[in-house]
């Protein structure tokens, strides 16, 4: 019920834009509270980003000021504009509800970040 897309492999320093779309299915997109995850090998899921039905938004300290989050309410998207990358974001990345629901995970998309 979530697509996320947009993962590739990015020189250090490169950018990326991650994608996800949710299905029609869900009805109430624009009053939800959306997030962006992420998971590296060996290491627990963590959140990355979160914009509310307002827009305002919260970053892990890891990405602030290199990671932008945004909601396209008509189109049922959330974006993750991800500039200056580090081989330490190299992870699955993932959207969801915020908090999590255990049943929207999906497959998320891989960002490899390597020279």
């Known amino acids: 019920q979530l697509q996320a897309s947009g993962g590739g492999l990015v020189q250090p320093g490169g950018s990326l834009t991650l994608s996800c779309a949710a299905s029609r299915t869900i009805l109430s997109f624009s009053l939800n509270r959306w997030g962006w995850y992420r998971q590296a090998p060996g290491k627990q899921r963590e959140l990355v980003a979160d914009?509310?039905?307002?827009?305002?938004?919260n970053y892990a300290d890891s990405v602030q000021g290199r990671f932008t989050i945004s909601r396209d309410n008509a189109k049922k998207t959330v974006s993750l504009q991800m500039n200056s990358l580090k081989p330490e974001d190299t992870a699955a990345y993932y959207c969801?509800?915020?908090?999590?629901?255990?049943?929207?995970w999906g497959q998320g998309t891989l960002v490899t970040v390597s020279s």
């Open positions: 969801n509800y915020y908090p999590p629901q255990q049943n929207y």
């Open positions: 914009i509310s039905g307002g827009y305002r938004t």
